[in-house]
């Protein structure tokens, strides 16, 4: 039987977004520390430049890819941390990243971050991770 995070909500706001205050893990467990997921195929091109709803479906797809190579799932993501140039269009399809969320039974820990750029000019979006490996 693998181990069952704990939510940790002192309070309810955060609900409405899909997220948690905190997520305990209890041992024994392997720990997953994914790097940034952004759209990108397997060859490493960005895909729909000029579509943060496409690349956030698509960031979410890649991370699901690396989350499946190393043995675990959606469901076993304790952390994410999103990162963004433009934040209030990132909220704008927030309803995308809550439905997968919800249809994964994850509810993580998170991290919303407004930067100048991120490491490419066609990143709207990176969607960094922490997991565990039951």
Do not use: K
């Not at 990108?40 to 979410?60: E, M, V």
């Not at 190393?70 to 934040?87: E, F, I, Q």
């Not at 919303?112 to 969607?127: D, K, N, S, Y």
Request: proline content about 8%; aromatic content about 8%.
């Amino acid at each position: 039987m693998s181990p069952t995070p704990e939510v940790v909500n002192p309070c309810t706001w955060q609900d409405q977004f899909g997220f948690a205050q905190a997520v305990a893990v209890p041992p024994p467990s392997r720990w997953l520390l994914c790097a940034g997921q952004a759209s990108h195929d397997a060859d490493g091109n960005f895909l729909r430049p000029d579509d943060i709803g496409a690349q956030l479906t698509q960031s979410f797809d890649n991370l699901e890819t690396v989350l499946g190579a190393a043995g675990t799932d959606l469901s076993h993501v304790v952390r994410l941390n999103y990162y963004t140039p433009d934040v209030d269009a990132l909220l704008g399809v927030w309803h995308r990243l809550a439905e997968r969320l919800n249809r994964a039974n994850c509810r993580p820990a998170s991290t919303l971050l407004g930067v100048t750029r991120l490491a490419f000019p066609e990143m709207l979006v990176e969607i960094e991770a922490t997991a565990f490996v039951p």
